[in-house]
């Protein structure tokens, strides 16, 4: 007792002579030095040899997460080793004596745990490298997972042919990334540069990864593969800690006394003291037709000193910074909240560095010194004058919501938590979350604009900038750049808006509740309805399985109509399907995309809409938590009956439109290029297609067609799913569906389309030149089959789904992972219109290569196809695809009874439960697939190729 006390009064000391932020310590609470409470049931350990260890059991999930940390990313490189840790991260999985990818996938020992091919995944970042596997809660799974982690520290055969193979799928996964152009790679050059340590990048990226040498990857893995550098972290349904810390002891004890542990020199020291730095980092030119031409600055300004991280003190600081990044963000989106701005900024700390770092995106050229001067004078306010009080407490109120919607609890949380104190040393402490929220509630407005004071400085000390050498930033001078800023004239902070109803309280009530009838629904559970205006309605209630879109809480709701794009002439085809996104950013009811936006957020609105105009169809899609169904509602109500008319808003919409299909202009291409060959009548422009279609949309013309498709409810549909009260949302339907609109002038219009009853009379084989930088080929093989009867039956789609897994599971297990010659990063196998009915059978493969190698690819292929149909492909494959398909909850997702429910109401599928697609898949037989999927892939495929375009 007497030793925490000298800790507790050193620890008061120390923040009152050198808290960062200045602030005066809070002394009405105190947070506990130990790093673990009793009742966490969080246990870590070290074993002799310096491997550390977290259990933590989570009662919420029925698997076992198992997660190695090697305590090494991109930081940790040397000179010559620039992308050695994401190298390295690809090449322990393949090189284990144990266990390795190439035994993912059919292997008996996987097969017996009950292992699926995706459990095992990896992620290197900049200061650390994470192994994740997910299994089974039983020995056998636990068995793999402590195999794999150990031929992963101690157990690996760095064979020449494995190093050599993972090269070319290595740079292909960063060109499907957006290759070395992309902004992502473009930012992680300049912050080596601005850093100044760390892997120098090469001059030539590709030819970097092809000369990369055995014995300095072996170097590499020697210095940072060690125990004493790794971390073991499992979590989930664990049911005895003691037996699980045992096994782990026995497991991972092993000693090594050779290649010492050599930690690198201080990266983050020698950059805070070293020079100011000027950057100008080359990017590549974007396309030549279109003026979207955009410079990205980085402005980064030095924290001068960081405390020890396990320390409550970096803890604290460290909250303070979350809220003045939280405030700045909040205050550069005012400065942006107008039409034609031509510029964008956000904040973000780099605790790596200990720098507050600016990031400024101007997107049209000439715009920079306005941008520039505009952010800087904003930022010389805030830090000469601080916030308000009135800012400060919705700052602080904004913060506390958040807060309470953040759980505390579960798998994602606590890997978090874990993965913060391995990586960065912080404090993990139970219910950090309550103790955040008496932190920020005891904070002052004078200790937050110290902070700020601190923080925001008058000059950055580091300048950055990525452009074209052909753009106009890219010449300019440091002391042109600087003097812009010095010039800067303060601008001030501005309030929130204050949260407005969408509909007044007069407005509301004049919405009369609008008559209907019940009808006879397909769909088990469900209720079907119709109002007195030709809405129809269909609600089932439903408490849905979990999900990634952790929505099993929310409704969702999917509105549409049969009418679309095609109703309409040739020459109106783009300002149909632009439509519905011109209004979006012209806004309702007279309110801009801007004052809609704020007055959403500040109403902590948590919903997403998105209405939409396709070639056969017109609707709406809604995704939000049930307590805000009303506002939901009340946004398809107005989005309907109520669409700004904005030319300024048009004009900004443009140019930002521009930008988006530029960003993946090659592959948007190149799938628009197929579908234009296969005469698809479900095309959406994208990519050069999209950006011509920009050009030629008429405002006029599209504000009239939106009017007419979304002002007619009348052969609408809604779908509604969650965990709801049936009456309580009858009654809103009945309240805002109900008063949609009936138009008196209706779009005649009859949209349907037969699956043709043969194959397209085109070449097999057909090749277009990307647009944009490229060194790969991309190929997609597709393999179509006429449907006979018009459409594909679920029984017909369960197996095909499973052929797809068989045959991708195939591809990338002996052309992948076992080549030895090099395969690629990944084979897709499935069928591209997901959201629309099949018109074939159709089995197309999507995968690049290096220009050299794609006749050999594509010949392997062939002979893997022939392998499966000769029945040469054993049935242990076939069975791990048919576990991919097979249900295993008992309750559907949110998403997946959307699905569902669409697939009923728009295009008359009966309802199929979950065990009769269970009993159905048990009763199939790999021949019965086989026989099915002989028919599709037994004519001559279309070979599609996107060929390279390299910059000079």
């Known amino acids: 007792m007497k030793t925490f006390f000298h800790l507790l009064c050193s620890f008061i000391l120390l923040l009152m002579v050198n808290y960062t932020i200045r602030a005066k310590a809070h002394t009405s609470y105190s947070l506990r030095e130990d790093t673990l409470a009793q009742n966490t049931e969080l246990r870590k350990g070290q074993l002799p040899n310096g491997l550390t260890y977290y259990i933590k059991p989570v009662n919420d999930v029925d698997k076992l997460h198992v997660y190695l940390y090697i305590k090494a990313g991109s930081h940790q490189e040397e000179a010559d080793q620039f992308t050695f840790a994401h190298f390295m991260e690809h090449l322990v999985l393949k090189a284990g004596k144990h266990v390795s990818k190439k035994m993912v996938y059919d292997s008996e020992l996987f097969n017996a745990a009950g292992l699926q091919p995706r459990d095992i995944t990896a992620h290197t970042s900049d200061i650390y490298t994470q192994f994740s596997f997910v299994i089974p809660p039983q020995e056998k799974g636990l068995d793999v997972a402590f195999l794999l982690y150990n031929d992963i520290l101690w157990d690996q055969d760095f064979k020449q042919e494995y190093i050599d193979s993972e090269r070319a799928p290595f740079l292909e996964e960063m060109e499907i990334k957006g290759g070395n152009s992309s902004l992502s790679f473009m930012e992680s050059y300049l912050d080596k540069k601005i850093i100044g340590c760390y892997g120098i990048p090469p001059a030539n990226y590709s030819n970097h990864i092809w000369q990369m040498k055995r014995e300095s990857l072996l170097r590499y893995y020697d210095q940072w593969y060690r125990p004493e550098n790794a971390s073991l972290v499992i979590l989930g349904n664990i049911e005895n800690i003691d037996t699980l810390?045992?096994?782990?002891?026995?497991?991972?004890?092993?000693?090594?006394?050779?290649?010492?542990?050599?930690?690198?020199?201080?990266?983050?020291?020698?950059?805070?003291?070293?020079?100011?730095?000027?950057?100008?980092?080359?990017?590549?030119?974007?396309?030549?037709?279109?003026?979207?031409?955009?410079?990205?600055?980085?402005?980064?300004?030095?924290?001068?000193?960081?405390?020890?991280?396990?320390?409550?003190?970096?803890?604290?600081?460290?909250?303070?910074r979350e809220i003045i990044v939280t405030c700045l963000n909040e205050q550069l989106k005012q400065l942006t909240q107008k039409y034609n701005t031509h510029y964008f900024a956000t904040a973000a700390y780099r605790d790596l560095i200990g720098a507050l770092q600016i990031n400024i995106g101007v997107t049209q050229q000439g715009e920079e010194k306005r941008a520039i001067q505009e952010v800087m004078?904003?930022?010389?306010?805030?830090?000469?004058?601080?916030?308000?009080?009135?800012?400060?407490?919705?700052?602080?109120?904004?913060?506390?919501?958040?807060?309470?919607?953040?759980?505390?609890?579960?798998?994602?949380?606590?890997?978090n938590e874990i993965k913060k104190q391995i990586a960065y040393g912080e404090l993990l402490l139970d219910n950090k979350k309550s103790f955040k929220q008496e932190f920020i509630s005891q904070l002052s407005l004078v200790e937050f604009n110290r902070a700020l004071e601190d923080y925001l400085k008058k000059m950055p000390e580091d300048i950055g900038v990525i452009a074209s050498e052909k753009h106009l930033a890219f010449s300019y001078s440091e002391n042109k750049v600087r003097s812009w800023m010095k010039e800067a004239k303060p601008i001030q902070p501005k309030s929130e808006s204050e949260a407005l109803p969408l509909l007044t309280v007069l407005q509301k009530n004049n919405l009369k509740l609008g008559e209907y009838q019940q009808l006879e629904s397909g769909i088990p559970q469900a209720s079907e309805y119709v109002l007195k205006n030709g809405v129809r309605f269909i609600l089932r209630p439903y408490q849905p399985a979990p999900s990634v879109y952790g929505d099993q809480d929310h409704i969702r709701i999917h509105g549409f109509s049969k009418k679309g794009a095609k109703c309409y002439p040739k020459e109106d085809y783009y300002a149909a399907l632009?439509?519905?996104?011109?209004?979006?950013?012209?806004?309702?009811?007279?309110?801009?995309?801007?004052?809609?936006?704020?007055?959403?957020?500040?109403?902590?609105?948590?919903?997403?809409?998105?209405n939409y105009i396709r070639p056969y169809e017109t609707g709406v899609y809604v995704n939000?938590?049930?307590?805000?169904?009303?506002?939901?509602?009340?946004?398809?109500?107005?989005?309907?009956?109520?669409?700004?008319?904005?030319?300024?808003?048009?004009?900004?919409w443009k140019v930002s439109a521009s930008y988006k299909y530029l960003s993946q202009i090659n592959q948007d291409d190149f799938i628009g290029k197929i579908k234009q060959t296969l005469k698809d009548p479900y095309l959406l422009p994208s990519g050069s297609q999209a950006l011509e279609g920009i050009a030629q949309t008429d405002l006029d013309r599209a504000y009239q067609i939106y009017q007419e498709l979304f002002g007619n409810a009348e052969g609408y549909t809604f779908l509604f799913s969650g965990n709801f009260q049936e009456d309580e949302v009858l009654g809103l339907c009945r309240k805002y569906l109900g008063n949609l609109p009936v138009s008196q002038s209706k779009t005649a219009c009859s949209l349907s389309l037969d699956s043709p009853r043969q194959l397209p009379k085109i070449?097999?084989?057909?090749?277009?030149?990307?647009?944009?930088?490229?060194?790969?080929?991309?190929?997609?093989?597709?393999?179509?089959?006429?449907?006979?009867?018009?459409?594909?039956?679920?029984?017909?789609?369960?197996?095909?789904?499973?052929?797809?897994?068989?045959?991708?599971?195939?591809?990338?297990?002996?052309?992948?992972?076992?080549?030895?010659?090099?395969?690629?990063?990944?084979?897709?196998?499935g069928n591209y219109n997901l959201n629309n009915p099949p018109r074939y059978k159709e089995v197309a493969l999507n995968f690049g290569g290096r220009p050299q190698d794609i006749d050999r690819l594509l010949r392997e292929i062939k002979v893997e196809?022939?392998?499966?149909?000769?029945?040469?492909?054993?049935?242990?494959?076939?069975?791990?695809?048919?576990?991919?398909?097979?249900?295993?909850?008992?309750?559907l997702t949110n998403l997946e009874i959307q699905k569902e429910m669409y697939g009923y109401a728009r295009y008359g599928k009966g309802w199929v439960s979950i065990p009769e697609k269970r009993a159905y898949i048990n009763s199939l037989t790999s021949d019965e697939v086989l026989n099915f999927s002989e028919e599709i892939v037994s004519q001559s495929p279309y070979i599609f190729k996107l060929l390279p375009n390299p910059y000079e």
């Open 377 to 415: 004078g904003l930022l010389k306010t805030l830090h000469k004058n601080g916030i308000s009080s009135e800012m400060f407490e919705e700052l602080k109120s904004k913060i506390n919501h958040q807060l309470q919607q953040e759980k505390n609890t579960g798998v994602t949380y606590w890997q």
């Open 763 to 829: 070449e097999r084989t057909h090749e277009f030149v990307a647009k944009e930088n490229a060194e790969n080929t991309r190929v997609k093989l597709v393999y179509l089959s006429p449907l006979e009867d018009g459409n594909l039956g679920w029984k017909d789609e369960i197996k095909l789904n499973i052929f797809y897994y068989w045959l991708q599971y195939t591809l990338i297990k002996e052309i992948r992972n076992k080549s030895k010659e090099g395969g690629p990063y990944t084979i897709g196998v």
């Open 624 to 652: 939000t938590p049930i307590d805000q169904l009303e506002t939901a509602l009340q946004l398809i109500y107005l989005y309907f009956i109520a669409p700004n008319y904005n030319p300024e808003a048009f004009k900004d």
């Open 245 to 320: 810390e045992k096994k782990i002891k026995q497991r991972f004890s092993k000693t090594d006394t050779q290649n010492k542990f050599h930690p690198t020199k201080d990266c983050n020291g020698d950059y805070r003291s070293s020079l100011p730095k000027w950057v100008r980092q080359k990017r590549n030119t974007l396309l030549k037709e279109t003026t979207a031409q955009q410079s990205h600055w980085r402005l980064y300004m030095r924290t001068p000193t960081i405390a020890p991280p396990n320390s409550i003190e970096a803890l604290q600081t460290k909250w303070v």
């Open 578 to 610: 632009y439509a519905p996104e011109i209004v979006r950013h012209s806004g309702v009811a007279g309110r801009d995309k801007f004052a809609l936006s704020q007055n959403l957020h500040s109403a902590y609105y948590k919903g997403t809409f998105y």
């Open 865 to 891: 196809i022939e392998n499966i149909q000769n029945a040469n492909n054993n049935e242990r494959m076939f069975q791990t695809a048919l576990q991919k398909v097979y249900p295993q909850r008992e309750r």
